[in-house]
């Protein structure tokens, strides 16, 4: 099984039993596997494509008032993590990611789900994302959560390397 960790309600996906709590929470070693965690997501992203396609906010950036980062425990380990934020008028999904290993199970749309949920509560009308126009996986997540392609959306640029995604949140 595989705990949500993040701010916001606990949820059932993928028969997976979530549990929520804030991971600003964690310390010493917890504040490690989620550096890690990060580092391998930006040498992911890194190795697919070049660095003016890429848009890291530090997960430091995401832990504020207006934001929720979540990170997926697996038997002791972190395997993924997500984040949104809210951006006046909707909120943005950043840095969704499973290991290779955690991935198949119904984990990313659970993350998904929680994050959605964390958009409701504050109120905003719209969820939109930017992701890679390689990363086949994440966009058939997004596109099965009902996220359409839309044009840049500020503060980036049109990029043929990007593809920019927008759902409502009834």
């Given amino acids: 099984s595989a705990t949500l960790v993040g701010a916001g309600r606990s949820a059932r996906a993928a028969a997976l039993a979530l549990r929520a709590q804030a ?16 580092a391998e997501l ?5 190795a697919l494509y070049p660095v003016e396609s890429n848009h890291f ?8 008032a207006q934001c ?13 993590c997500g984040a949104a934020k809210n951006c006046g008028g909707w909120a943005e999904l950043k840095r969704m990611y499973l290991k290779p290993k955690a991935r198949g199970g119904g984990i990313a ?8 949920d964390w ?26 959560a009902g ?10 640029r049109s990029d043929p390397l990007s593809i920019f995604m927008e759902r409502p949140l009834r």
Avoid at 26 to 36: E, M, V
């Fill in 23 to 38: 991971a600003g929470r964690f310390n010493g070693d917890g504040r490690g596997q989620i550096s890690t965690l990060i």
């Fill in 42 to 46: 930006d040498a992911f992203n890194s």
């Fill in 57 to 64: 906010d530090p997960p430091e950036a995401l832990a504020g």
């Fill in 68 to 80: 929720v980062f979540l990170v997926v425990e697996q038997r002791g380990e972190l395997v993924g």
């Fill in 109 to 116: 749309l659970a993350m998904l789900v929680q994050l959605l």
């Fill in 119 to 144: 958009a409701r509560a504050q109120k905003l009308p719209l969820a939109r994302l930017e992701t890679g126009n390689v990363s086949v996986g994440a966009l058939k997540l997004y596109r099965r």
């Fill in 147 to 156: 996220f359409k392609e839309i044009p840049a959306f500020p503060p980036y």
